[in-house]
């Protein structure tokens, strides 16, 4: 198994210079997932419209050494997968002699709600693909508008705190278990590179067994940090990502042939507030007797998700 040390030498498939916000998690994300692209093989990315893909190709150039497919927001998955079937049969036909591997990239806005429609059909029809969505709570690219990963409480444009709300009413979407429930070889929830902990390497570990080790369609959810959306400061953006972790809002695991398998269990289970606290979005919940109420339910939920999780990796009876 490499190590970090060891993938750091590998060359990068999307380059630096791109436009992205300092400290953004998607552009991490990308670079680590293709990384586990081995080098004899050649790669055609699609991307749904987005912060990364707006960023990352401003005419005439690119930050993608791959091939680079812009669609709509509601059809990276379509896309990816109708060229994954021509692929094939031009591979018959002898007219295609190099291997390629197809991946997808997209937020939550165009995962979640947005593009899981075309999202949903492409896992159904197997097609050999890996879509990775990097999930950063929000519609980011055009505004900080909530979506259905955005968790209860949030403050964003579109549900906004003040004296009548306490932001976004209700709870976030649970899209793995979805992707999970479309009987695909291999599904994944992980988060970006944090040196120093036992899951330092869990991104690339599962980027590797979707795009090399299964045939058909693989899924990966990741948590991307966004500085502008979530309010915190990019220096120590990493931490929060640990913090997810250690609290259970972001277990990592997943779930091969059906079959749940815990990547990391923390020792001592940390309460949601930790890593609500550090982020402004929630800051107002911190202030009232209500928002501490919305506090203590966010953590009923967390709590009874990690019970389930528990319970379908074989960890708790």
């Not at 009548?164 to 979805?178: A, W």
């Not at 999970?180 to 599962?206: C, E, F, I, R, S």
């Not at 979005?281 to 966010?298: D, P, T, Y």
């Given at each position: ?6 993938l ?28 586990a692209?081995?080098p ?8 749904a419209?987005?912060?990364l893909?707006v ?7 690119s ?19 109708g ?17 390629f591997k ?9 995962t ?14 197997g097609?050999?693909m890996?879509y990775v ?8 690219n ?6 259905s ?7 964003t444009?579109?549900?906004?705190q ?9 709870g ?17 929830q ?124 074989g960890e708790?009876?």
């Amino acid at each position: 198994m490499a190590t970090l040390k060891e993938l750091t030498k590998i060359p990068d498939r999307i380059t630096s210079g791109h436009r992205m916000c300092g400290g953004c998690g998607a552009p991490m994300i990308a670079k680590w997932v293709l990384k586990a692209v081995k080098p004899e093989h050649k790669a055609v990315i699609s991307n749904a419209t987005g912060c990364l893909e707006v960023s990352t190709t401003l005419y005439p150039y690119s930050a993608w050494k791959d091939s680079f497919i812009h669609t709509a927001f509601e059809n990276a998955a379509a896309t990816i997968s109708g060229t994954e079937a021509a692929y094939r049969v031009l591979k018959a036909k002898g007219q295609i002699k190099e291997e390629f591997k197809f991946i997808a990239f997209g937020g939550d806005g165009g995962t979640y709600d947005i593009g899981f429609q075309s999202l949903s059909g492409a896992m159904e029809r197997g097609h050999d693909m890996l879509y990775v969505c990097y999930d950063n709570g929000a519609y980011m690219n055009t505004g900080i508008q909530r979506s259905s990963a955005t968790p209860v409480g949030a403050d964003t444009t579109t549900s906004p705190q003040g004296s009548e709300s306490l932001g976004k009413k209700q709870g976030g979407k649970d899209l793995t278990m979805i992707m999970a429930a479309h009987n695909l070889p291999y599904v994944a929830q992980t988060v970006p590179v944090v040196p120093g902990t036992k899951y330092t390497m869990d991104l690339y570990n599962k980027a590797d067994r979707a795009i090399n080790e299964f045939r058909g369609a693989t899924f990966m959810n990741v948590l991307a940090p966004c500085p502008r959306g979530w309010r915190c400061d990019s220096a120590t953006e990493l931490e929060l990502i640990k913090l997810a972790v250690e609290t259970c809002y972001w277990p990592l695991y997943e779930v091969v042939n059906g079959e749940f398998k815990l990547s990391y269990k923390p020792k001592n289970k940390l309460p949601l507030e930790e890593w609500l606290k550090p982020q402004g979005r929630f800051k107002h919940l911190f202030s009232s007797e209500e928002g501490k109420a919305l506090i203590a339910k966010a953590q009923e939920e967390v709590d009874r998700k990690w019970k389930r999780l528990l319970f379908l990796c074989g960890e708790e009876e």
